[in-house]
């Protein structure tokens, strides 16, 4: 059984930075696709960003420049480096993982919960200005 498990969250000023974990725990040999979703509330679920196994990231257009997705795999973890944060990027932010190829933020956006197997909780991003 795979679990996802989130941290890093927390309340950072607007123009703070903060980063994200999210620690992956059982068989993920064929979990090549890794991602990072939010969810603000009254909003729907967005994706952010994706990493393949070959470290190709993908970015939603808001996050550009501002947000960096990596992954360490001998540590199994997935990472979200957020600078100059703005009140809009305030929301639940989930880590998931699955097969799906090619691992791009286009191409989840469509099926997020069919083309990833594996979702984790969630953590708290709240922004101040």
């Known amino acids: 059984q795979v679990q996802l498990v989130e941290c890093g969250g927390g309340s950072v000023q607007a123009g703070g930075s903060l980063t994200l974990s999210c620690v992956v725990a059982?068989?993920?040999?064929?979990?090549?696709?890794m991602a990072w979703f939010r969810q603000a509330p009254g909003q729907e679920r967005e994706e952010v960003a994706t990493?393949?196994?070959?470290?190709?990231?993908t970015y939603i257009e808001s996050v550009k420049g501002r947000f960096t997705v990596s992954r360490d795999n001998a540590k199994n973890t997935l990472y979200l480096e957020m600078n100059s944060l703005i009140p809009v990027d305030a929301a639940m932010y989930y880590c998931a993982c699955g097969s799906v190829s090619p691992c791009a933020v286009v191409v989840v956006a469509a099926h997020p919960d069919q083309l990833l197997q594996e979702w984790g909780k969630g953590i708290q991003v709240t922004i101040s200005s």
């Open positions: 059982g068989y993920t040999a064929n979990r090549h696709c």
């Open positions: 990493i393949d196994s070959d470290d190709v990231a």
